[in-house]
């Protein structure tokens, strides 16, 4: 067995797909499938189902998949570290990120980066399925740094730092009967349409929170997965919804009006993680103490 047949093996299971897999390792189509058969003969075991509907992993893929990664992980690790023996920091990191959120410059982060070790390379992901899904790929060793939102506090697996607290304010259209007050408790917003993001998203699990234990109901009538038109769908009278003003800042907020919760503290806690029960390579640890570095004010807390 070759690393590269775990390789080849880990693309298709990534992606379900032996066309996607193909592109992501930059060879064609045939060779994944040859390298996989050629796997499955060695381990006496199919690993995918291969259907009509797609791929999946059968029960020996399913098994296989973290000692793959595994295996993948140590080699790396091992290249690396000879590599720093030579003074030289070498590796590839996958990077999650969230969309239209802008608290760290990461053009600048970057070229920071490839300036110190010209010797790494940062694979962008943006989120596809919020927090929940970069916490998700984090553990599953599909992602070696992410930027997340934690609403109940960072979990023990993960060696995390703080980047950003922001408080969560109401937005409501200019010519909304709530525009202009200062405060309202979140019972008077019952029966009130919002825009917001899908579920897993760090900011509607605030949000969804809040309003549970307020014991209010909550309508959403349009899910938006990219928060920076957030204010445009609300603008335009779909509903009313929660934005930080640091996302205001950087979108505009002409034609909205914002107003604070006054029975609820709403924030939005924003932290870089990486695993602390996996090994990770020192290419993942430079990226991880540049991005303390840039944290603003060090990491204090932004809420206005």
């Known amino acids: ?132 899904g970069l916490l998700q790929q984090l553990r599953d060793g599909d992602l070696d740094v992410a930027f997340v939102v934690f609403p109940d506090g960072p979990p023990v697996d993960l060696h995390t730092r703080l980047v950003a607290v922001f408080q969560l304010l109401l937005v409501v259209p200019a010519g909304h009967p709530l525009a202009g007050r200062e405060s309202v408790p979140l019972a008077e917003l019952a029966g009130m349409s919002f825009v917001d993001g899908p579920p897993g998203y760090g900011n509607r699990t605030v949000v969804d929170q809040a309003f549970a234990g307020a014991g209010v109901p909550r309508t959403i009538a349009l899910e938006v997965a990219d928060i920076g038109t957030t204010a445009t769908h609300i603008r335009n009278g779909i509903g009313i919804g929660f934005l930080s003003r640091f996302i205001l800042d950087e979108i505009g907020d002409s034609g909205l009006a914002t107003i604070r919760i006054s029975d609820y503290d709403l924030r939005w806690c924003l932290y870089v993680a990486m695993s602390a029960v996996r090994p990770t390579n020192a290419a993942t640890r430079a990226l991880f103490s540049l991005i303390e570095e840039m944290i603003p004010n060090r990491g204090a807390s932004s809420v206005r």
């Open 1 to 132: 067995m070759e690393l590269r047949h775990l390789e080849y093996f880990l693309a298709v299971a990534d992606n379900l797909s032996f066309t996607q897999a193909a592109r992501r390792l930059h060879v064609v189509q045939s060779g994944v499938s040859a390298t996989i058969k050629a796997l499955e003969r060695e381990l006496g075991a199919e690993l995918f189902f291969r259907g009509p509907a797609g791929v999946t992993l059968t029960a020996a893929g399913q098994e296989l998949a973290p000692h793959a990664r595994a295996a993948i992980d140590a080699a790396r690790s091992a290249k690396d570290a000879v590599a720093a023996t030579r003074g030289a920091i070498r590796g590839t990191v996958t990077l999650g990120t969230m969309t239209s959120i802008n608290v760290i410059d990461l053009p600048t982060l970057l070229a920071d980066l490839y300036a110190r070790h010209p010797g790494v390379l940062v694979q962008l992901r943006s989120a596809r399925a919020g927090s929940a």
